[in-house]
């Protein structure tokens, strides 16, 4: 498979566990910030979104929490599966169309 | 599978040349972004096309252009190619390009190789 990246943080956990994934972004005007997941060969797939009227958005056993006071944004993904690893990116956008990406956090999880 | 599709999966060309990449959007949407992403730099937005015209450029290379297609296909092209653009190239389609900021769905990726 493809490797998006050598020195991404990696985040180890166990099936079953908890995960939470985290991002700071850098620009305050954003109000627009979305989740994508990464497979190894694959293009990244959309997980969640949320706009900036909202601190908390749910979706399918992930979360997604957004705290502009301090420019922080959070995936928890509830139960996680071996499945679920991959590289996880965070993006934001101002307003318009175009969307900044992090740098991306690889998940590592373990049966 | 997220209904965009890309074509080729895999190019290799030498330095100096050129190449095309294609990419079909979901059905109905009209706008399409590309994206360059390489070990170092990430996932770098390069350029939009709404239905047909250009909306918005991010760091795209005068080496390379874009266009969309009346039939809301697009394709990249890369040209006097060199080693450092190596890279996965991705197309994204999005139902909106006007106002506000929708999910982009990303397609599979062309993974060129300059040697």
């Known amino acids: 498979g493809e490797s998006v990246g050598l020195h991404l943080p990696t985040l180890s956990v166990q099936e079953g566990d908890n995960s939470i994934i985290n991002c700071a972004y850098s620009?305050?005007?954003?109000?627009?910030f979305i989740w994508y997941k990464q497979e190894s060969g694959k293009g990244p797939q959309f997980i969640i979104d949320?706009?900036?009227?909202?601190d908390k958005r749910q979706g399918q056993r992930v979360t997604v929490l957004l705290n502009k006071t301090v420019k922080h944004l959070s995936l928890q993904i509830a139960a996680t599966q071996p499945g679920d690893s991959a590289v996880y990116f965070c993006?934001?956008?101002?307003?318009?169309?175009?969307?900044?990406f992090g740098k991306g956090t690889m998940l590592l999880v373990s049966p | 599978d997220s209904g965009v599709t890309q074509t080729p999966k895999h190019l290799i060309t030498a330095t100096g040349q050129r190449v095309t990449l294609r990419c079909s959007p979901r059905?109905?949407?009209?706008?399409v972004y590309w994206y360059q992403q390489s070990l170092d730099q990430g996932l770098q937005f390069l350029i939009q096309y709404y239905n047909g015209e250009e909306r918005a450029k991010g760091n795209i290379l005068e080496r390379f252009s874009a266009q969309q297609f009346p039939d809301l296909h697009s394709e990249l092209n890369l040209s006097s190619l060199e080693l450092g653009d190596s890279a996965l190239y991705f197309c994204?389609?999005?139902?909106?390009?006007?106002?506000?900021?929708?999910?982009?769905?990303f397609g599979p990726g062309t993974r060129l190789t300059v040697t």
């Open positions: 059905s109905g949407d009209l706008s």
């Open positions: 620009n305050s005007a954003s109000d627009y």
């Open positions: 993006a934001e956008s101002p307003g318009y169309s175009t969307l900044t």
């Open positions: 949320i706009r900036s009227n909202m």
């Open positions: 994204a389609s999005s139902p909106r390009g006007v106002a506000g900021t929708y999910e982009q769905y």
